[in-house]
């Protein structure tokens, strides 16, 4: 599996941006796939996760009410849109295919995941 990630961008404080994964390969609804980011100097951190079909979803603490992640299985693509989005959360965006996942604590895990996208750079100025 293959994942590009796109939609990153220099934005103002209460933008939006909403991210894309695409994917190639394998069929995509085999996996689950999650959204990472990584800012400068911290560790690598959960944004959000979908389950196979979208039955499941889960969102770090700091992006609840903000983001949401939803996926196209026919387009192979995964979106996280992100709404009132703050200068915290500037970070290189990744997403990540792995799973299916049994335990929800899988969801969180970057090391549970298989396949990474190369990342999209998101800036928010204040």
């Known amino acids: 599996v293959q994942l590009q990630a796109s939609g990153g961008g220099l934005v103002q404080a209460g933008d939006s941006l909403r991210l894309s994964c695409a994917s190639s390969?394998?069929?995509?609804?085999?996996?689950?796939v999650g959204w990472f980011r990584q800012a400068p100097g911290k560790e690598r951190e959960f944004a959000a996760a979908i389950s196979r079909f979208g039955d499941n979803i889960f969102y770090g603490g700091s992006m609840k009410g903000r983001f949401t992640i939803s996926r196209d299985n026919a387009k192979n693509t995964v979106y996280l849109q992100m709404d009132s989005l703050k200068p915290e959360d500037t970070a290189v965006y990744y997403c990540?295919?792995?799973?299916?996942?049994?335990?929800?604590?899988?969801?969180?895990?970057?090391?549970?995941?298989?396949?990474w996208g190369q990342g999209t750079q998101v800036t928010v100025s204040s």
């Open positions: 390969g394998r069929t995509f609804s085999n996996y689950v």
């Open positions: 990540a295919a792995g799973g299916p996942f049994r335990s929800v604590i899988n969801y969180y895990s970057p090391g549970r995941y298989d396949y």
